[in-house]
């Protein structure tokens, strides 16, 4: 079993005392590196669909040198601000460093601790390189004798891996009999749910089905094989982040 989350485009270098662990492949990554640096501020600009400032950011990411951090404390992402990583134990830790991956388009894959400096990149910025052809045969390699993967990802990182057990987690609410999905209620559902199944050490399927939180449930009816529903009415509201 593998959980699988989706990075963060805001992060920060911060001191951790966690031991970081090095790129699982550091030379495809130095591939990206290289082939990033070929990119004026105003071709970032372009390709990247962002702000000039971003942009000279951007060029700096690639250009200059950076303390990395580990994965999940350099990601600033409403996903991984769910986590309560300061109440965490060893035990937590080591459930992480079992089960879960962070996929990226600039680092293929990553273990929680594995020490990482900023970047920007998503899989579909328009550059003359598909990144899921880049990353595919690296990706199932490293995903094929899991039983199998449980996705809090999106579908833009979610659609890296080629498994056929993977499980697409998706969480909806139920607005006066029709099926609604709110981007950061998911986000923020995404990181409770991991949070609870690191908490609980969760490690079964059906484990995972009993899980409940902020009136989020597994709907049986609604769910298939590879895409488990979590409902909740939209009658209440729920402050956002």
Excluded at 8 to 15: D, E, I, N
Aim: glycine letters at 2%.
């Amino acid at each position: 079993m593998k959980i699988i989350i989706a990075p963060a485009k805001v992060m920060k270098t911060k001191y951790s005392k966690i031991e970081q662990t090095e790129l699982l492949f550091l030379k495809k990554t130095k591939q990206l590196h290289n082939y990033l640096k070929r990119y004026s501020i105003n071709e970032l600009h372009d390709n990247m669909k962002i702000s000039f400032k971003m942009a000279e950011t951007v060029y700096n990411y690639y250009h200059d040198s950076y303390d990395s951090t580990p994965a999940i404390y350099c990601y600033q992402g409403t996903v991984l601000k769910q986590l309560n990583l300061s109440s965490y134990q060893n035990e937590d830790f080591d459930y992480l460093d079992k089960y879960l991956n962070i996929m990226s388009a600039y680092y293929g894959i990553l273990k929680y601790n594995t020490g990482i400096t900023p970047y920007r990149l998503d899989m579909i910025m328009k550059f003359d390189l598909n990144l899921y052809d880049f990353w595919q045969k690296d990706v199932d390699k490293y995903f094929k004798d899991e039983d199998y993967l449980i996705s809090l990802a999106s579908k833009e990182f979610t659609k890296m891996i080629n498994h056929p057990n993977l499980i697409n987690i998706d969480f909806v609410e139920n607005k006066a009999g029709k099926l609604v999905r709110n981007s950061m209620y998911i986000k923020q559902a995404r990181g409770k749910m991991l949070d609870i199944m690191v908490k609980n050490k969760i490690v079964s399927l059906e484990e995972l089905k009993k899980i409940t939180f902020d009136d989020y449930y597994y709907d049986h009816n609604l769910s298939t094989n590879d895409n488990y529903i979590f409902i909740r009415d939209a009658i209440k509201q729920y402050k956002k982040l």
